[in-house]
């Protein structure tokens, strides 16, 4: 045993592999190797008639993204995705700003949890939770009406585009959904920015004179700013990927994650289907990129 | 004397703003233990009719319930395993040595829970399809450990950086020899890094719907029985009892694993 230990102590390098080994063999074997299945696969093609993938090279699967209907749905993903990101900023700011810079050590440590436990407690379950809350009948619903709001909400439901027979099987329906859901993801990063922000800074910034609105705007929200993209990240991409948000609350119009879902299921195109998740991976890398230049990974 | 200093007291609408929000995140998880108690069984009709435990009942004898409910705890615990087993060891792999390519390795374990669900799951199904492996338990387990690893890795990673290599050294030089350092030394300083860890994979995996729909065969797991209920509603009393019994199931695990995590990191704020 002893020499057995004194062998590997002599051989850190060796030791370090070994440790690495089943790991990364894992990865790269399971994940890696999927991935590039995938990006296989998306060269391929269903013969129409036969029902079949052909294991052909071709480009065609992908010239079918370009079908109207289909950048239809990378669109309509897309802008969802994109306003879902702008309203988690909005909502996440006063919280997170508190508990950066006010909450005493004890309360942020509580508030850390109260905003973290909502991620990890059931996903599922929190989009049930809008079902209930959002259906024609529902509590949503009953405030509405305790309110006399009922023409306000019929004009809103009434929107070509975004509107619905009621709140629970429209795109506004989805949007409260997502924003509700992804919150955390935006909260948190925004925290963590703000965190590193020295009060020595705003100090002096009010010693030269600003008003406190000056010193939110000139020196709060640019240091913000990397945590709002490093945020935005999940936001978006959690939103591109969902298919279980629009499943549950949204209406008959497709989103990237449906459509991936159907293709390679009822009908069997895998092609199809890996073809349409490479418009979710390609969006991101190039938001990547740009988060990347924005500073968004020091805020992470 | 300063005269407006910046930023001693929160303002009222920056308080106001704040319980907002963590309102907006916690009352919608209150709606649903209320209507678990609800008379009404075929819309979610509210104020409620009327008050009632006996859905709680009907749920207990669903057999179809209690079969997916063993086979999530069964997948999350092998996946929590795994997880376990993966990330430490990279954990330790990267926290050893400054190899050339160790953002690589971190980059490639987060991966999975960077990319969207949907890529992950189909990317699986084409490879496991293309191999010809029957969809099956072990194929969702496959499935659910790729993106555990990471919560593991991350929790494990952090305790190595703050544990004081000192320690490791004196053991040394006490005559301890490797593996005694790594039972004696190692193992009780990343235990409750451990625990933490292993608590959040296991909540990851228990939860998880999207990888999984892509992964199993004909099997239910908890979340994809919820997700049947969620499309087409058949049982919505019955429903509203898991989803209640599932909050209350996790609260516990993830609050004490929370903790854990957010008190370590404050100690370590402590020392800087």
């Keep these: 045993m002893n020499r057995l230990s004194t062998f590997f102590y002599k051989r850190p390098a060796l030791v370090t592999l070994l440790l690495l080994a089943i790991p990364m063999l894992y990865m790269i074997v399971v994940y890696l190797g999927s991935l590039f299945a995938l990006l296989l696969n998306s060269f391929y093609f269903l013969e129409e008639f036969t029902g079949l993938v052909v294991k052909e090279f071709t480009l065609s699967t992908y010239v079918q993204l370009f079908k109207p209907t289909n950048l239809g749905i990378f669109g309509r993903t897309a802008g969802m995705a994109l306003a879902v990101t702008i309203m988690d900023a909005l909502i996440a700011f006063p919280l997170s700003y508190y508990i950066a810079k006010f909450a005493s050590r004890r309360l942020r440590t509580y508030l850390y949890i109260a905003v973290t436990l909502p991620l990890w407690s059931s996903y599922l379950v929190r989009v049930y939770a809008w079902k209930l809350i959002l259906s024609k009948e529902g509590i949503l619903s009953w405030f509405v009406n305790l309110f006399h709001l009922n023409s306000l909400l019929d004009a809103l439901l009434s929107l070509p585009g975004i509107g619905g027979s009621s709140l629970s099987l429209s795109p506004i329906g989805m949007f409260i959904a997502f924003c509700y859901i992804w919150l955390p993801y935006m909260i948190v990063p925004i925290q963590t920015a703000l965190e590193r922000v020295p009060k020595s800074l705003l100090e002096a910034s009010s010693d030269l004179g600003a008003k406190p609105s000056q010193t939110f705007r000139n020196v709060i929200l640019p240091l913000a700013f990397p945590g709002v993209i490093a945020g935005s990240i999940f936001t978006f991409s959690l939103t591109l990927g969902d298919f279980i948000v629009p499943q549950s609350l949204g209406n008959s119009r497709f989103f990237i994650g449906q459509a991936v879902y159907s293709h390679q299921g009822t009908s069997g195109n895998i092609p199809l289907a890996a073809a349409f998740t490479m418009g979710p991976v390609v969006i991101m890398v190039v938001y990547l990129l740009i988060a990347r230049k924005l500073g968004a990974f020091d805020a992470l | 004397m300063r005269s407006k200093s910046y930023g001693d007291k929160a303002s009222l609408g920056l308080k106001i703003g704040a319980i907002g929000t963590l309102l907006f995140l916690h009352v919608p998880l209150w709606v649903i233990f209320l209507y678990s108690f609800t008379t009404d069984e075929s819309t979610y009709s509210f104020p409620l009719p009327g008050l009632t435990t006996k859905w709680f009942g009907v749920a207990l004898q669903r057999t179809d319930l209690w079969d997916a409910l063993k086979l999530s705890l069964q997948v999350a615990s092998l996946a929590t395993v795994a997880a376990l087993?993966?990330?430490?060891?990279?954990?330790?792999?990267?926290?050893?040595?400054?190899?050339?390519?160790?953002?690589?390795?971190?980059?490639?374990?987060?991966?999975?829970?960077?990319?969207?669900?949907?890529?992950?799951?189909?990317?699986?199904?084409?490879?496991?399809?293309?191999?010809?492996?029957?969809?099956?338990?072990?194929?969702?387990?496959?499935?659910?450990?790729?993106?555990?690893?990471?919560?593991?890795?991350?929790?494990?990673?952090?305790?190595?950086?703050?544990?004081?290599?000192?320690?490791?050294?004196?053991?040394?030089?006490?005559?301890?020899?490797?593996?005694?350092?790594?039972?004696?030394?190692?193992?009780?300083?990343?235990?409750?890094?451990?625990?933490?860890?292993?608590?959040?994979?296991?909540?990851?995996?228990?939860?998880?719907?999207?990888?999984?729909?892509?992964?199993?065969?004909?099997?239910?797991?908890?979340?994809?029985?919820?997700?049947?209920?969620?499309?087409?509603p058949r049982d919505r009393p019955v429903t509203n009892v898991v989803a209640t019994i599932v909050i209350l199931i996790t609260f516990l695990p993830i609050f004490f694993a929370q903790k854990i995590s957010a008190e370590s990191s404050d100690t370590e704020g402590e020392t800087k």
Excluded: K
């Design chain 2, 85 to 232: 087993i993966l990330g430490t060891l990279a954990a330790a792999a990267v926290y050893r040595s400054n190899f050339f390519g160790r953002d690589a390795v971190s980059f490639l374990l987060v991966l999975p829970i960077a990319l969207p669900g949907i890529v992950t799951g189909i990317a699986l199904r084409s490879a496991i399809g293309s191999l010809e492996i029957p969809f099956s338990f072990w194929t969702i387990i496959i499935g659910h450990a790729t993106f555990c690893v990471v919560v593991v890795y991350n929790n494990v990673l952090a305790r190595f950086r703050r544990m004081q290599s000192s320690q490791i050294e004196a053991s040394m030089d006490l005559g301890a020899n490797s593996f005694q350092t790594f039972r004696y030394i190692v193992l009780p300083n990343i235990a409750t890094a451990l625990l933490a860890g292993g608590m959040l994979a296991f909540a990851l995996s228990f939860d998880e719907v999207i990888v999984t729909t892509f992964t199993a065969g004909q099997q239910s797991t908890l979340p994809i029985w919820i997700f049947s209920q969620l499309v087409r």
